[in-house]
């Protein structure tokens, strides 16, 4: 059996080898490295992949998030409505801005943010929300527009998780996650469903005005060359990563496809465990693209779980241990823990399991054997 590893870089870099070789001495021959051609190309494409009007490249997920959020014009003491079980960068940039974070309770099947919740904690402060795809799978756009139509509040779309998902909106359209509200962020993380070999990230929105202040902000708030509108930042995305970005891209629907058949053949092997609550997807297959295959153990043994599949060599993440409202950077006296039912009753549960494009049926097998076996 080769061996069981979280994510395999290693392996998928095999299969297009040759290609990024090529394009790193391309560019490290004419020292392109900062907005090269690379980088616009790639916008290019990815623009065409999400049918979105604008990607603007940058360095990394969480400035993405921050860079929308200043993009928008939030104000210090604006509230800005997020779900509790995420990880933490989603709310750190939030508060890093000034603005007030407000953590609202999950779904149990999807993990993904509460309507009722989010209606909950909707207050005249309130001006944006941040739904997480979180782990892959898309949260309920339709429900998250029409409350924020209702009161006027922008939506941002966390899409770190879930790069190439599709949503199948009500009015019949099937759109990209992170293409759906009013601005949407992803991550390029080495392990993200799409990742570059260092940092990176992007925004995507289909509203010029956003897309031309967002450009400057990227950019040290420069609209014209060494003319500071506005408090900017530099955030980039640089040529070896976009030319790995570009490598891949082409390959996304095909590793998503391998991620989702891993899920399936999991899920048959665990399915039937009573202890054991597999992930739900709720809607067609591709509305799902797994970034994490997350389990939820019932019985009370999910740290024995982790204890026993340490000793037998099987890695494992717990994603997310803590509730972002009980973390120290985060707490706030406002908060209710009867608002958290959910977000800590998971907590106590999620284990995830080795998720990427490489794995076989013969890793899956022993991974699940493994499992069922210690959890009669
Ligand atoms: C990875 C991730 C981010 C941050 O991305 P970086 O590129 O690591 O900064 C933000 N939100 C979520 C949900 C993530 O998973």
Redesign the pocket.
């Known amino acids: 059996m080769k061996k069981l590893q979280m994510v395999d870089l290693k392996g998928q870099y095999q299969a297009i080898k040759s290609q990024i070789d090529a394009s790193f001495e391309e560019i490290i021959d004419n020292t392109s490295f900062i907005n090269g051609p690379e980088v616009h190309a790639f916008q290019k494409d990815l623009e065409n992949y999400l049918g979105v009007k604008h990607v603007i490249p940058c360095a990394?997920?969480?400035?993405a998030?921050q860079i929308a959020m200043m993009g928008l014009g939030l104000q210090p003491g604006d509230e800005v409505i997020t779900a509790d079980f995420?990880?933490a960068?989603?709310v750190e940039v939030i508060a890093l801005l000034q603005l007030t974070p407000v953590l609202v309770d999950v779904d149990e099947d999807s993990f993904n943010i509460n309507i009722e919740a989010i209606k909950k904690a909707i207050t005249p402060k309130t001006k944006a929300i941040v739904p997480?795809h979180?782990f892959g799978q898309a949260a309920h756009m339709d429900e998250i527009l029409a409350v924020a139509k209702e009161h006027k509040l922008f939506v941002i779309e966390?899409n770190?998780?879930a790069i190439g998902a599709n949503y199948y909106s009500k009015s019949g359209k099937v759109l990209k996650t992170g293409t759906i509200g009013d601005v949407g962020t992803t991550?390029?993380?080495p392990s993200?469903n799409l990742g570059c070999y260092g940092?990176?990230?992007a925004i995507f929105t289909n509203d010029d005005n956003l897309a031309y202040t967002i450009r400057g902000i990227v950019n040290h708030g420069m609209y014209e060359r060494y003319h500071h509108d506005v408090v900017g930042v530099n955030s980039r995305l640089d040529s070896l990563q976009a030319a790995v970005l570009r490598a891949k891209l082409p390959k996304l629907d095909t590793y998503n496809k391998a991620r989702q058949k891993a899920a399936k053949t999991y899920s048959e092997a665990l399915k039937n465990n009573p202890n054991i609550i597999t992930p739900e997807i709720l809607g067609s297959e591709d509305t799902h693209v797994f970034h994490q295959y997350t389990l939820r153990i019932t019985n009370g043994r999910r740290d024995a779980l982790a204890e026993h599949l340490k000793e037998k060599n099987v890695p494992f993440g717990i994603y997310y241990p803590i509730p972002l409202h009980a973390q120290k950077a985060y707490t706030d006296e406002r908060f209710n823990e009867s608002d958290f039912k959910v977000t800590n009753q998971l907590v106590k549960e999620v284990i995830s399991l080795p998720m990427h494009t490489e794995l076989d049926d013969e890793q899956i097998d022993f991974i699940t054997a493994t499992i069922n076996t210690f959890l009669k």
């Open positions: 990394n997920g969480t400035d998030l995420t990880f960068a989603t997480v979180l966390d770190a998780q991550s390029f993380f993200k940092d990176g990230g």
